[in-house]
């Protein structure tokens, strides 16, 4: 099997169209998750160790596209915006869910728009939650481009690491960035959860850490 799929990867890696290929599958994912983006970023990285693909090309190609397709997704939800609140007056539920988005990404948007680009799925979510609740748009491409930029570094470089270690091997390089991956989304997954654990214990307790109840003071006699 793979004797077939590998000459094929490999001819695809050695052409010039590429780079437009990186670009247009990262935009893509931005508005529609279930195209492999990270896949094909990593798979580009693994061949640039061995020079087939040009590591700052897949970087700036990957960058760029998922910054484009995070634009598009703010843009519809901007567009949508008006309408989903005039549907919400009539749920309590959904404009309670607009309410809390709104406020989030009042007071950490940035990290939420950063992280979110990690998260499968999630990058969708908060592009379109924060164009419909009137995020400052230069606010969230500030924060897109950081976001990009970085999920774009890591995903090549996580590849070429693979490809440097087995050079001669590129399924195996392939599978070891695979590896190195879901261990880093896994990772970030396990720290979100331990995080929104937290945070609700604390509203849970009154504001403060879950630490046990509160000991009285003890009382002093007066003197007699």
Not at 20 to 47: I, M, R
Not at 52 to 66: F, M, W
Not at 174 to 197: H, K, M, P
């Amino acid at each position: 099997m793979s004797d077939v799929i590998l000459p094929f990867v490999e001819d695809l890696m050695a052409s010039p169209w590429i780079y437009f290929v990186l670009f247009a599958v990262a935009a893509v994912d931005g508005f529609f998750p279930l195209v492999p983006s990270e896949t094909s970023v990593l798979t580009a990285g693994v061949f640039a160790a061995s020079g087939e693909t040009s590591l700052p090309l897949v970087i700036l190609a990957a960058a760029l596209g998922a910054f484009t397709g995070d634009q598009l997704s703010y843009g519809a939800g901007h567009l949508a915006g008006p309408r989903l609140y005039e549907r919400a007056e009539r749920r309590s539920r959904r404009r309670a869910a607009l309410d809390r988005a709104r406020a989030a990404l009042a007071t950490r948007g940035g990290v939420i728009i950063v992280v979110a680009r990690y998260i499968p799925g999630a990058r969708t979510a908060v592009s379109v939650s924060a164009g419909a609740v009137g995020y400052p748009w230069r606010r969230f491409a500030a924060f897109g481009a950081l976001a990009a930029a970085m999920w774009g570094t890591y995903s090549a470089l996580v590849g070429y690491v693979g490809g440097a270690a087995f050079e001669d091997d590129p399924l195996r390089g392939l599978l070891l960035g695979f590896g190195l991956a879901l261990t880093v989304t896994a990772a970030v997954e396990l720290a979100r959860r331990v995080v929104r654990r937290r945070r609700a214990a604390v509203t849970a307790t009154g504001g403060r850490a879950p630490h046990g109840p509160a000991q009285p003071r003890a009382v002093q006699q007066p003197c007699r």
